[in-house]
């Protein structure tokens, strides 16, 4: 027999995505939470699911349950990941939510999938990331977030305060100044520039790179503007020819280059006064798969 509610059941799935995403950093794994929750609903008998009055919010709650686990074993995979662990980089909203998002709502997405966020929520414990991406981000009151986290609405309501308080509160520059600064960028890297490159960066920039060991790149951060600048300069020089392509990358201005036909390195930056302080660059290609349709 069909399910009456499937439809409203699968309409779910752009919000499952949505709050997977951000609570993993990896859209890979965000697809696996949503296809366990789904395996989780057509689990139940039938009268199990006709007494839930809002599958809806029981989907949700068991995608959070589904990603607090993962994030309490995130740390025992990430020390047999091989070199640094960035967040799976994700090009504009379509391949996040299949359907165009709430003009209520665009602010906070966008700032909540940008790369300089995902990193500052990777860095705090799983009940505060659960906690404050479910009732900062995606609204839900604290009771409804005991119920996924286990703990006290109160509880809950400190570990988001406790987030929060990680998170930078300094003003950020708007897209089109971003866009500007990573305009700049990709010219000065292109012409080999090296001091047009170190004027772009904050004297302190930081630049990371994740390779998963699958594909060469630099194991360990690059700290300074000078030895950034020399650093992108003798890949320009040293690597193969690439094109460099100005994209969206998780809701900020970056860039991607692309080898023939095929997207090798995604670029993400965070701005600061007009200059660069961080550099992520995500050359693994499994988390480079959603990028296909980036290419020229």
Known sequence: MTDPRLGAVISERRQLINLAYRLLGSLAEAEDVVQETYARWYALSERQRREIERPGAWLNRVAGRICLDLLGSARARREQYVGEW????????????????????????????????????????????????????????????????????????????????????APCPTGAERGEVVRDFKKAWEASDIEALVGLLDPTAIATADSGGLVPA?????????????????????????????????????????????????????????RITRIWVIRNPEKLRHWAGAAQ
Do not use: K
């Open 86 to 169: 960035i967040p799976e980089p994700v090009p504009a909203h379509a391949e996040l939510s299949g359907a165009p998002v709430d003009p209520a709502d665009r602010v906070t997405l966008d700032e909540s999938i940008g790369m300089a966020f995902l990193v500052v929520l990777d860095a705090m414990t799983p009940a505060e990331r659960v906690a404050f991406v479910l009732h900062d981000v995606f609204r839900y009151p604290f009771a409804e977030v005991a119920e996924i986290v286990g703990r006290t609405p109160a509880a809950c309501r400190q570990l988001a305060s406790s987030a929060r308080r990680r998170i930078d509160s």
């Open 218 to 274: 630099f194991r360990e951060p690059i700290t300074g503007a000078a030895s950034i600048a020399h650093a992108w300069g003798e890949i320009a020089a040293r690597g193969p020819r690439v094109t460099l392509l100005e994209r969206t990358v998780n809701g900020q201005p970056g860039l991607v280059a692309q080898l023939g036909d095929t997207i090798v390195s995604v670029y993400a930056f965070d701005i600061a006064e007009g």
